[in-house]
């Protein structure tokens, strides 16, 4: 079946250092990727998609590339905020699985300023 | 659009109470899902409607669970004989068919079962 696994945390980074939150991935279909983002207290927020190989998906400054080759899906940052403190799920979903979402089991950053 | 909007936001319950929970999706979504998330790890699916048809449950919904979405808007989710191994975020998510695989959650419901 299909499955996500990331990078366990957590990642504690100072502000302005590069970012990158690995993913890859097992699906027997063409899935979409995404990345969801979780502040404290807060609920699941998209944070970016692709729908396709090569794709990249953009937000917010950070970005993935979907991987087919590699079945990655790599989050990257170039200078991170103390503001993005967060936990971070990497996730897909296609037709083979029902639609459903199948998420990672995230990963805690924290940014020191 | 307002989001994905839940009811309630907390409940704590004894072991053994029935609770429910409403699940408001974004309003013309046809597609609405449940998760759950227990604490350190990724939501868990464990069932999805289109419509007011039921298409899929997880192995995870035993058979104290059940769960509706009887004109195809709002969906509840209903806990029976709670136990504390239920205890947990519960999240709803709703999408629209032929708009890719992106869903919208809502805030959850977080249950403490005492």
């Known amino acids: 079946g299909n499955s996500v696994t990331q990078m366990e945390g957590p990642v504690t980074l100072s502000e302005e250092a590069f970012l990158t939150i690995n993913c890859t991935y097992t699906a027997t279909g063409y899935p979409s990727l995404f990345w969801y983002v979780q502040y404290p207290g807060e609920g699941l927020q998209l944070l970016l998609k692709a729908t396709k190989a090569d794709d990249k998906g953009s937000n917010k400054g950070f970005e993935a590339t979907y991987r087919k080759e590699t079945t990655s899906f790599h989050l990257e940052k170039g200078s991170v905020q103390v503001s993005d403190s967060a936990v971070y799920f990497c996730?897909?979903?296609?037709?083979?699985?029902?639609?459903?979402?199948?998420f990672g089991a995230g990963t805690r950053l924290f940014v020191k300023a | 659009d307002t989001g994905v909007s839940q009811d309630p936001r907390h409940k704590i319950t004894k072991r053994g109470q029935n609770v429910t929970f409403r699940c408001d999706p974004i309003s013309e979504h046809n597609r609405l899902y449940w998760y759950r998330q227990t604490l350190g790890q990724g939501p868990e699916f464990l069932t999805y409607f289109q419509n007011e048809a039921q298409l899929e449950k997880s192995r995870l919904l035993s058979d104290r669970f059940s769960a509706e979405r009887p004109k195809g808007s709002f969906s509840t989710l209903e806990i029976q004989r709670t136990e504390q191994g239920d205890s947990a975020m519960y999240l709803c998510a709703s999408s629209f068919v032929g708009r890719g695989y992106e869903q919208y959650f809502g805030p959850g419901t977080r249950l403490t079962v005492t």
């Open positions: 996730a897909l979903s296609d037709a083979t699985g029902g639609f459903k979402t199948i």
